[in-house]
């Protein structure tokens, strides 16, 4: 069955450093999203993408991240200077079109990105 | 707040029970998805009801979607020791291009061997 996978499952950077969070969505699917999860906390949109651009983004998502389709596979998060509060697990999900009423979600299996 | 909230927030039944866990909203939906997450994995998608559905079935997990009452449940029957886990309710809200889901906290399941 297909699944959207991410790498790495965990990533440790220190403050200030850029990281970039990889995710290859299930390959018939034309949208795609970034959510994050704080240790403890509720899963938190962050941004979803199709067409190759930004469809929609939370206040969450400021200028220190940004995403990229640089292939015809793969999806990318980039955090320009992480701070401390970036600190979470980073959920990728994608979906076929979803129409006027929404579509399910996959999600993969997150990358933990611990921030020093 | 627009989120969804489940409840209970915890929920520890013996094997072989019914599990129900509740869903509230506040705001217009145009689905609402439940997902599985193991701890400190992933999350697993299990079913989507439209806000035009009223139930929704799939092996051994029932949903219901009450749009009056901006409230939905999930239940799981016959559970087994793997149903353990949190499970949380995600609704999609109407607007143009607008896809996000917005999640509750969850609802923390232990099933008891």
């Known amino acids: 069955e297909p699944e959207v996978t991410q790498t790495p499952s965990h990533q440790v950077t220190q403050m200030g450093q850029e990281v970039i969070l990889r995710c290859v969505p299930i390959?018939?699917?034309?949208?795609f999203y970034w959510y994050r999860q704080i240790l403890g906390q509720k899963v938190e949109f962050l941004v979803s993408f199709y067409n190759n651009e930004i469809s929609e983004k939370s206040e969450i998502f400021d200028d220190q991240f940004s995403v990229e389709r640089p292939d015809g596979s793969n999806f990318t998060l980039k955090i320009r200077s992480t701070k401390l509060e970036d600190s979470a697990m980073y959920f990728c999900?994608?979906?076929?079109?979803?129409?006027?009423?929404?579509?399910?979600?996959?999600f993969g299996p997150g990358t933990r990105l611990t921030v020093l | 707040s627009q989120q969804g909230e489940e409840d209970p927030q915890a929920l520890s039944i013996q094997e072989g029970e019914n599990a129900t866990m509740n869903c509230s909203y506040k705001?217009?939906?145009?689905?609402l998805q439940w997902y599985r997450q193991n701890s400190g994995r992933g999350l697993v998608h299990l079913i989507l009801i439209r806000s035009n559905e009223r139930e929704k079935h799939s092996g051994r997990l029932r949903v219901t979607l009450d749009t009056s009452k901006k409230s939905s449940s999930l239940l799981i029957t016959a559970s087994r020791a793997a149903d353990t886990a949190s499970y949380f309710c995600a609704r999609g809200s109407p607007g143009a291009g607008s896809y996000q889901l917005t999640f509750g906290k969850g609802t923390k399941l232990s099933v008891i061997p």
């Open positions: 390959s018939n699917h034309l949208y």
């Open positions: 999900a994608s979906s076929e079109f979803p129409g006027l009423t929404g579509n399910e979600q996959f």
């Open positions: 705001t217009s939906i145009n689905n």
